[in-house]
């Protein structure tokens, strides 16, 4: 089993931690995990060109035209059998970055 851990917080802050604790509990169960910090990875805002909504239409697959991370973010999620977000809530609200993911 593989099981992802992403944390949108700060390097080493409460959530990297959190997520990471959650990630040791996994491992001694036998899963295969990983970390990722999605603040070391470049992310760009969605444009809301559509361009993936036609690429699914068309049945290539989901083809985004902004050069990111986040297709290697998303091929990370997809193979993972679990993930584990810890995102930090600022106003009400989880973070900026979680929400452009």
């Known amino acids: ?29 036998g899963a295969e995990i ?15 060109c559509k361009a993936c909504v036609m690429s699914l239409f068309s049945g290539r697959g989901n083809m985004c035209v902004l050069k990111d991370d986040f297709q290697w973010l998303l091929d990370k999620m997809l193979d993972a059998d679990g993930i584990i977000f810890s995102i930090p809530i600022f106003e009400k609200c989880a973070a900026g970055i979680f929400h452009t993911i």
């Open 1 to 29: 089993m593989k099981i992802l851990g992403i944390s949108g917080g700060t390097k080493n802050g409460a959530n990297d931690c959190m997520c990471k604790e959650a990630l040791l509990a996994a491992k001694e169960q």
């Open 34 to 48: 990983e970390f990722v910090r999605l603040m070391d990875l470049e992310i760009k805002h969605c444009t809301g």
